[in-house]
C-alpha cells in the first residue's frame, strides 16, 4: 500500500499568515493527490483534486501543488475559518489512503 | 442538491455485527461509485472501501476485508456496509462519500456519518 506522511501534524499561524502543508507519498503518485479540510465534528470538504485543481466554491486563498511524491497545501492569507484539520490523500492506487492529518489553530 | 445520509450506526458487541446504510439524493446515484471511509474518536480518516456505479468492482481497506461486504441497490438509491465479527478497533464514525471519478478520483460530497461504537 502507498503511504503518506503529512507535516507538520500541527501549527499555529496568525491570521494573514501564509501557512504549507506538506504530504510525501512512500511511491510516486503522479498528480493523484488530493487535499480535504475538516473542522470540528463535520465531515471532511474537498479542497483540492488532482494535486492543483481547485473544487468548485472553495476560495482562491487555497492551493496545490507538486507531483510524484512531495505535495504541498498552502492557504494564503489565513481566516479565522481556517481552523480545522487539513488531510492529502492519495487516489493512484485502487486502496486510497489519507495522511494522518495536520491541525492548523489560528492565533 | 446532493446530500447523502448515512444510518444505522450504534452500539454493538466485539464480534457482533451491524449495517450501515447510506441514502442518496440530487443526483443520478447509479452513475456514481461510492466509498465508505471511517474515523475512529480523536484519529483521523482511513478508506474503507469503494463500490463502482455497477456493483463490478469492489475493494476494501485490508483491515476489513473478509469482515465487511459492501453492497448498492441502485433501485433504490442506497449503499450499505454489512460489518461482520465487529472489533473494537472498528469503533469510528462511517461516511459514505462520492466519488466525482470523471478521470481523478475525489471524494467530493460526504454524509454527516455514523457512529458505530464496539464495546461489551
Known amino acids: 500500500d502507498i503511504q503518506m506522511t503529512q507535516s507538520p501534524s500541527s501549527l499555529s499561524a496568525s491570521v494573514g499568515d501564509r501557512v504549507t502543508i506538506t504530504c510525501r507519498a512512500s511511491q510516486s503518485i503522479s498528480r493523484y493527490l488530493n487535499w480535504y479540510q475538516q473542522k470540528a465534528g463535520k465531515a471532511p470538504k474537498l479542497l483540492i483534486y488532482a494535486a492543483s485543481s481547485l473544487q468548485s466554491g472553495v476560495p482562491s486563498r487555497f492551493s496545490g501543488s507538486g507531483s510524484g511524491t512531495d505535495f504541498t497545501l498552502t492557504i494564503n492569507s489565513l481566516q479565522p475559518e481556517d481552523l480545522a484539520s487539513y488531510y492529502c490523500?492519495?487516489?493512484?492506487?485502487?486502496?486510497?489512503?489519507f495522511g494522518q492529518g495536520t491541525k492548523v489553530e489560528v492565533k | 442538491e446532493v446530500q447523502l445520509v448515512e444510518s444505522g450506526g450504534g452500539l454493538v458487541q466485539p464480534g457482533g455485527s451491524l449495517r450501515l446504510s447510506c441514502a442518496a439524493s440530487g443526483f443520478t446515484f447509479s452513475d456514481y461509485s461510492i466509498n465508505w471511509v471511517r474515523q475512529a474518536p480523536g484519529k483521523g480518516l482511513e478508506w474503507v472501501s469503494y463500490?463502482?456505479?455497477?456493483?463490478?468492482?469492489?475493494y476494501y481497506a485490508d483491515s476489513v476485508k473478509g469482515r465487511f461486504t459492501t453492497s448498492r441497490d441502485n433501485a433504490k438509491n442506497s449503499l450499505y456496509l454489512q460489518m461482520n465479527s465487529l472489533r473494537h478497533e472498528d469503533t469510528a464514525v462511517y461516511y459514505c462519500a462520492r466519488d466525482a471519478s470523471s478521470g481523478w478520483s475525489r471524494f467530493d460530497y460526504w454524509g454527516q456519518g455514523t457512529l458505530v461504537t464496539v464495546s461489551s
Open positions: 463500490i463502482d456505479s455497477g456493483s463490478g468492482t469492489i
Open positions: 490523500q492519495q487516489t493512484r492506487s485502487p486502496t486510497w489512503t
